[in-house]
């Protein structure tokens, strides 16, 4: 292949790169891959959309806890048997919907608390999209919008993510806490107890705490301006206006999230705070009257609760946990797996390969694989370039060219390797098919 005069490379001998506290030792072909990787990235970005929330079940979860708050003296308070027979009425429901369910107790006033945490197995373990309500009342009354709402609206959505045999990119959580009227007891003690390798995981935890008032505001958590997004834009596309949330912070299970640096969001419908005309223009509401007069009365019965707001809320829900519970909501950095040895390439030679191990991934490799590579070689045109899959597929990147002089291939290709496993030793194959020009590979990596 005719090309300028060689330049004479004056080479100096490179040692074998440290990279990442691993050295790499310089052999052709038979190199000790580097492997770097940065937090785990997700799947291909796929927002399915969210089923509808069945208000039917939604009710007769409310209905439910009723009847439990009629057999144990009127209420599902903390410490008292209503509250404990709640956590077991979702356990029960959980447990056959495939979740992996952990009851995690605490003592408060010297009574034992119960908070019900729920997995639903896959999805990326460092991205947790977590979903929570608190299930117990006041003891003056069952507690049905304050908080059966919540903790039915999470409940059912929960099953709806078993019905669809969901598998979100991320990892989703749900949570039912005990305690929280008595001063986000059973919360504070999850997240106290949680160690900070783990908290950091949560990507966002969302709140629901009255979602079914009566006379029902429509109030999103002005916390997360991520989620806050997936909310708002929701009700937007079914023509309900929102509100920011502005009953404070600290007021619900949110605040023992956001006090460790947790992103956080939620739904509120409006507790003992009156309706102003305004707001009864927009939402069709009673001005002048409480948005739940029966807060924390006994009349917070399942009488107590506004059809429309719990199917729109219920709704929402489902419509956050699918968006967010899929990648590309919160873009997370790529994971790369990278070689960065040194190997020469024989001139019109024998092909040489350097290989990566990747590790950790879940399932096939994506239709849109990054490979960059450095080589460095006069007159590039005599060179072909291949990515080779674990179980030996060629993926061709670069072919020779007889006309193309300039040197160095310093650039990245993308494949369709969506038909290989992800995890294995890829290697990168390299051959100089033309006399005279000569180089090495410098580095490579993989972007998942
Ligand atoms: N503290 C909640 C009710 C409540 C009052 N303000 C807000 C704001 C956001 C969520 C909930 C609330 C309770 O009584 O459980
Ligand atoms: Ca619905
Ligand atoms: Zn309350
Ligand atoms: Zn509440």
Partial sequence: MSSPTPRTRHRLARRARIGRSVIATVAAGAVAGLIATAPGAAATPTTLEAPDIPIANVKAHLTEFQSIANANGGNRAHGRPGYKASIDYIKGKLDAAGFTTTVQQFTYNGATGYNLIADWPGGDANQVVFAGAHLDSVSSGPGINDNGSGSAGILETALAVSRANLKPAKHLRFGWWGAEELGLVGSKHYVNNLPSAER???????????????????????????????????????????????????????????????????????????????QAQKWGGTAGQAFDPCY???????????????????????????????????????????????????????????????????????????????????????????????????????????????????????????????????????????????????SWKLSF
Wanted: net charge negative; glycine share 8%; charged share 25%.
């Fill in 296 to 442: 924390h009365r006994s009349c917070d019965t399942s009488s107590n609760i506004s059809d429309t707001a719990m199917d729109r809320n219920s709704d929402a829900i489902a419509h956050a946990i699918w968006t967010l519970g899929s990648a590309g909501t919160t873009p997370e950095p790529d994971s790369v797996f990278e070689n960065t040895a040194d190997v020469s390439i024989p001139d019109n030679g024998a092909a040489v390969t350097s290989p990566v191990e990747v590790t950790g991934r879940t399932g096939n490799a994506p239709a849109t694989l990054k490979v960059a590579v450095d080589i460095k070689h006069t007159w590039r045109g005599d060179l072909v370039v291949d990515l080779l899959a674990p179980d030996g597929t060629a993926y061709r990147l670069k072919n020779s060219s007889g006309s193309d002089s300039a040197d160095n291939v310093i650039t990245s290709y993308t494949t369709d390797a969506s038909s290989e496993v992800a995890n294995g030793t890829w290697k990168l194959r390299v051959q100089d098919v033309a006399a005279q020009d000569t180089g090495h590979l410098d």
């Fill in 200 to 278: 950091s995981k949560i990507s966002g935890y969302l709140n629901f705490d009255m979602i079914g008032s009566p006379n029902p505001g429509y109030f999103v958590y002005d916390d997360d301006p991520e989620i806050e997004k997936v909310f708002k834009d929701w009700f937007a596309g079914k023509n309900v206006p929102t509100e920011i949330e502005t009953e404070g912070d600290g007021r619900s299970d949110h605040a023992s999230f956001k006090n460790v640096g947790i992103r956080v969001g939620g739904l509120f419908t409006g507790a003992s705070r009156t309706m102003s005309s305004a």
